[in-house]
């Protein structure tokens, strides 16, 4: 089974960046970090969806000539990518929100540390 990891890399970096990102997101207290752990499993995501969604040898999806016989195994799929780019915009559009949010609490708690925000709220 080692043998088949080594094989496919892509999923070795895949799960390095994903673990990394999580790790972001759990163990830090700063908004920003967690930003970043969201957006590197975000990332990863795409990145495995684009990776395994690929095919050896075959070509874009465009018909040049309608007189040919079609192989639907010759031409690569274009679903995945497709999908992916909508991700993309999705996530680079989240992330801009959150960063907006960050500022906000930032300008209001004048800090984007979980831990002391938690204790200006029960404070309060």
């Keep these: ?27 830090h207290h700063n908004f920003i970090r967690k930003l970043i752990g969201m957006y590197l499993v975000q990332t990863s995501v795409i990145f495995l969806f684009v990776t395994l969604g690929t095919k050896i040898g ?23 990518q497709m999908l992916m780019l909508t991700a993309i915009v999705v996530g680079v559009s989240t992330l ?8 906000g609490i930032y300008r209001e708690y004048g800090t ?10 029960n404070a309060q």
Aim: glycine content about 2%; aromatic content about 10%; cysteine-free.
């Design 1 to 27: 089974m080692i043998e088949a990891w080594f094989e496919r890399p892509h999923i070795i970096a895949f799960t390095i960046i994903f673990i990394w990102g999580l790790y972001l997101m759990v163990a």
């Design 58 to 80: 075959s070509t874009i999806p465009i018909l040049r000539t309608t007189d040919i016989v079609i192989n639907p195994a010759d031409y690569a799929n274009p679903l995945p």
């Design 96 to 103: 801009g929100v959150a960063l907006a949010m960050a500022v």
């Design 112 to 121: 984007l540390n979980e831990d002391e925000i938690l204790k200006k709220l």
